[in-house]
């Protein structure tokens, strides 16, 4: 079946580091991957997505490639802001599912020290 | 403003109380769709609904029901509550096709004593 493999939190950075989170997806169709960014007591939000091999997507100075040799969609972001801390979700949907459902990973928190 | 809101925002009750939680959205999406978020197991889905009337079982859905009687309400309904529902719960809207983002309510946290 479908799922989502995300690096496990949480991850802390000083501010203005390099930023990788690490994705990975087994999809047996072909998905359309997403980054969500969920902000302290708030819900979930769109943060870039990608909906074809090789797509890059990108917003707020953060990048994900989609990658289908790799089956990965990992997170970048070339200079971290303390604004940045928030628990980040990969997820994918697949056209091949009857039922149109987005499949998380289970979240990477992530802390960003001034 | 285009929007998914949930009510309550905050919730304590003892088990075995009947609850609902609300949620409404205004962007005429036909998919909806219940998540409880819970530490170290990320979002799993309750419930969903493609379209009014049409409702199905997500990954973990025991103790709960929904309804879909109109196309921008779908209220969770936990008929008895138990501690192992305390939780975090959300609420989301699509329109149909996987490259559609889903929109998310605020959040509805619940703590069954």
């Known amino acids: 079946g479908n799922s989502v493999t995300q690096m496990e939190g949480p991850v802390t950075l000083s501010e203005e580091a390099f930023l990788t989170i690490n994705c990975t997806y087994t999809?047996?169709?072909?998905?359309?991957l997403f980054w969500y960014v969920q902000y302290p007591g708030e819900g979930l939000q769109l943060l870039l997505k990608?909906?074809?091999?090789?797509d890059k997507g990108s917003n707020k100075g953060f990048e994900a490639t989609y990658r289908k040799e790799t089956t990965s969609f990992h997170l970048e972001k070339g200079s971290v802001q303390v604004s940045d801390s928030a628990v980040y979700f990969c997820?994918?949907?697949?056209?091949?599912?009857?039922?149109?459902?987005?499949?998380f990973g289970k979240g990477t928190r992530l802390h960003i020290l001034p | 403003e285009a929007q998914v809101t949930q009510n309550p925002r905050y919730l304590i009750t003892v088990t075995g109380k009947k609850l609902t939680v609300t949620c409404s959205q205004n962007?005429?999406?036909?998919?909806m769709s219940w998540y409880r978020q819970d530490p170290g197991l990320g979002l799993r889905q309750i419930y969903y609904?493609?379209?009014?009337?049409?409702?199905d079982k997500g990954d973990v859905p025991e103790g709960y029901k929904v309804s879909r009687k109109e196309k921008r309400n779908f209220p969770l309904i936990l008929e008895s509550p138990s501690p192992n529902q305390t939780s975090l719960y959300f609420c989301?809207?699509?329109?149909?096709?996987?490259?559609?983002?889903?929109?998310f309510g605020p959040g509805t946290r619940l703590t069954v004593l």
């Open positions: 989301a809207s699509k329109n149909g096709g996987d490259y559609n983002e889903q929109f």
């Open positions: 999809a047996t169709g072909y998905p359309s």
């Open positions: 990608a909906t074809k091999a090789d």
């Open positions: 997820a994918l949907s697949d056209q091949g599912n009857r039922d149109d459902k987005i499949i």
């Open positions: 962007m005429n999406h036909e998919y």
């Open positions: 609904s493609m379209n009014v009337e049409v409702t």
